[in-house]
């Protein structure tokens, strides 16, 4: 890009040149054209042919106009650098005085083409060992600090002009980018170009410009606002820059940026406002490229939405996506972690996350050398507080995950408004954990999670079946009667809670304690974290005041001292009614062994009262 910015400014020069040569040359159009190719070969070997018509004007400038010009590099088989048409204006007056003011340049049907630098090679540390990264890491810290010294040492940008142009027009422009080594070709088209009072002392500068990017989808872009540069310190001040990208999202998005970027070092402050359909967001953002972090940000949304990451591009999109394509099974994206520099303060109204809605979302992190340090995770959930802590750590082969927080009080009808079963539960759950897992894949990560978690609900209501029904059919059995009053749909528990341990890729649920008016559960239970499939076991221990549901529930002490057994297992996505059974033939075997202890016990006291008394008879009595 640079060797054809020089190839353009030679032009200008040359062109230039020939109009105050011109003056002596008698209007030679051939000799104008003869001295601007003289002028560009000698500076860069380059051919300049011009096919097409070339005129000149006096008034109100002096001024030059040409069409079909091309220029073409050595050793290439096509020109470089098209023009189809152009007109170079020069101010007269400052002529005669030895110095050279242009007026205006004009140019329409513009194609360069430019064979791209190769890049600097990127590292793939998908491969590396843990030493190796190490080492990788002490590498890049050490050249991005080289580099920094060396581009503070820089001089100033060389300019062969004093660059004063009143006005500058483009149109039509095409560049494109070859690519030598994956023999591909970018194309820009700069449809409109329009600036003026061009200079490097800081004055104002105007600019609209309009360019499209070419693909399945168009990417539009317009920037309209005002430019200072600054020649000696290469300091360009942005004001009010506004910026509409069309094309890469539903909605044109819309920035406005104020802010200033040394072009030596490599750094800008910018102040951002962004519009995306119903999101808005203000903020800063300083970039440095050869400091740490890299990117420091901070912004705050009232809307935070996965199209976002369309702006990133298509696979970041489709990452984003709720229900993208993914097995779990896939290497986690660590190398792509490691490139990433950053640190970020975000504050959001509302965030959305597939099915889940977050507000008043607070996120404090940093990102450097692959781990991703949340310091700072709070928000509204659900009616919920959450207040969590994380740490990922990808910085060797084996990623390592480290988290601690909690929900207080989420209310669970609306959390799984969009469950598979949204209408299983309602409530509010407290949950409070500690983890933490390793792994290469997001299943292993997932499988290796240990750690406490603890469970307390209030006011649970189990939908769709009722815990009593169900137990009070096993009791009327015990009665051998039938039951004849009507029994909610639903389950009202006084409370649930659970001391929750995660291994192996299961939360063992020991205990698990569940109450109701006339009944207590407790028991144990285990959840597949990637199946989500469950078993548990409870143990019931029924109240007196069963009977007050039906008075076919009546329980007498031989059930009292009975635990009626409880076996649940299914799905979280499948139907609770389905979930648990009563052991009725074990709660009859229970009954039959109590009755029979009952008996003995009476029959055994019986006797040992009759054997008492008899020995009482058998005593001599005193004299």
Not at 151 to 171: C, R
Not at 381 to 386: D, P, S, V
């Amino acid at each position: 890009m640079s060797r054809t910015l020089s190839i353009v400014a030679a032009v200008l020069v040359a062109a230039v040149l020939a109009i105050y040569l011109l003056l002596t040359q008698f209007l030679d159009k051939d000799k104008v054209i003869e001295l601007a190719a003289a002028a560009i070969k000698e500076q860069n070997g380059a051919t300049l042919t011009v096919d097409g018509d070339l005129s000149l004007s006096f008034f109100p400038v002096l001024g030059v106009a040409f069409s079909e010009a091309a220029i073409t590099l050595p050793d290439k088989k096509q020109p470089d650098l098209e023009i189809g048409e152009a007109r170079i204006g020069v101010r007269l007056a400052p002529l005669f005085s030895g110095s050279v003011e242009v007026d205006s340049i004009a140019v329409n049907q513009l194609t360069a083409r430019i064979e791209s630098a190769p890049e600097e090679d990127r590292v793939d540390t998908s491969g590396f060992t843990d030493a190796e990264l190490e080492a990788y890491y002490a590498q890049r810290r050490k050249a991005k600090q080289q580099a920094g010294e060396s581009a503070g040492a820089e001089a100033a940008l060389a300019v062969p002009l004093a660059l004063s142009v009143s006005s500058l027009q483009v149109k039509n422009a095409r560049i494109e980018s070859y690519d030598p080594v994956a023999k591909t070709t970018s194309i820009v088209e700069l449809l409109a170009l329009d600036a003026s009072d061009l200079n490097l002392d800081g004055k104002p500068i105007p600019i609209a410009l309009q360019l499209r990017i070419p693909g399945e989808q168009d990417i539009d872009v317009a920037v309209a606002g005002e430019l200072q540069v600054q020649q000696e310190t290469e300091q360009i001040d942005f004001r009010e820059l506004a910026v509409t990208v069309t094309g890469a999202t539903a909605e044109p998005l819309r920035v406005k940026a104020s802010g200033s970027a040394l072009l030596a070092r490599q750094t800008a402050d910018l102040n951002l406002s962004l519009k995306l359909a119903d999101m808005q967001g203000e903020g800063r953002v300083h970039y440095a490229s050869f400091e740490s972090p890299q990117i420091d940000a901070d912004l705050k949304l009232n809307v935070l939405d996965p199209v976002l990451f369309a702006l990133a591009g298509p696979e970041a999109a489709a990452a984003a996506e709720p229900g993208s394509a993914s097995t779990g099974d896939e290497p986690l994206p660590l190398d792509a972690l490691r490139t990433i520099d950053t640190r970020a303060r975000l504050q959001v109204s509302t965030a959305r996350f597939g099915e889940y809605e977050l507000t008043d979302l607070v996120a404090r992190l940093r990102a450097v050398e692959g781990v991703v340090t949340l310091s700072t995770l709070t928000a509204n959930i659900y009616n919920g507080k959450l207040d969590a802590r994380a740490v990922f750590n990808g910085r060797h082969n084996t990623a390592v995950l480290e988290t601690s927080g909690g929900v207080q009080n989420l209310d669970l009808a609306a959390a799984m408004a969009n469950a598979a079963s949204p209408d299983m539960l309602s409530g509010s759950a407290t949950v409070n954990w500690e983890l933490n897992g390793r792994g290469r894949t997001a299943n292993e990560l997932v499988e290796a999670l240990q750690g406490p978690i603890k469970l307390h609900t209030d006011n649970i209501v189990l939908h769709g079946t009722s815990v009593e029904h169900m137990l009070c059919r096993a009791v009327a059995l015990t009665n051998q009667e039938a039951l004849t009053a009507t029994f909610p749909a639903n389950t009202q528990f006084t409370e649930v809670s659970a001391d929750i341990q995660l291994k192996d890729g299961r939360a063992a649920l020991r205990p698990l304690r569940a109450n109701l008016e006339h009944l207590k559960l407790t028991g144990t239970g285990d959840l597949n974290l990637l199946a989500q499939d469950f078993s548990a076991t409870f143990k019931a221990k029924l109240s007196p005041t069963l009977e007050e549901l039906d008075k076919a529930c009546r329980v007498s002490k031989r059930l009292t001292a009975i635990d009626f057994p409880v076996n649940c297992k299914g799905s979280l996505a499948g139907e609770p009614v389905d979930w648990c059974k009563v052991d009725t033939e074990e709660i009859l075997r229970g009954a039959v062994v109590n009755e029979g202890r009952r008996k003995l016990e009476k029959e055994a006291g019986k006797l040992l009262n009759k054997f008492f008394n008899n020995q009482e008879a058998a005593e001599p009595k005193p004299n």
